[in-house]
């Protein structure tokens, strides 16, 4: 899965550690999150949408393998 999520946090100006605190969870989950070695649970990825204020599928897309026939 690939994600815009350090983009979104870039544009403002937060750290992983202030995203992590407006979700509830570890900075290093943030971290994990962006560099693509975990993805979040759906509650989680809800979370993150309304944090930023937009549709899940504007920060979560599928890997173009898993979208192949």
Same mark, same amino acid.
């Given at each position: 899965?690939?994600? +815009?999520?350090?983009?979104? +946090?870039?544009? +403002? ?5 202030? @995203?992590? #605190?407006? @979700?509830?969870?570890? +900075?290093? %989950?943030?971290?994990?999150?962006? =560099? ?5 649970? @759906?509650?989680? /990825? ?7 204020? %937009?549709?899940?599928? =504007?920060?979560? =897309?599928? #890997?173009?393998?898993? %979208? /192949?026939?």
């Amino acid at each position: 899965m690939n994600n +815009r999520l350090r983009i979104l +946090r870039a544009q +403002r100006n937060w750290s992983q550690a202030d @995203l992590a #605190d407006a @979700l509830g969870v570890s +900075r290093q %989950t943030i971290n994990a999150i962006e =560099t693509g070695k975990y993805d979040p649970s @759906l509650p989680l /990825a809800f979370k993150i949408a309304h944090v930023f204020a %937009t549709a899940i599928e =504007t920060i979560f =897309t599928p #890997d173009e393998e898993s %979208t /192949a026939p």
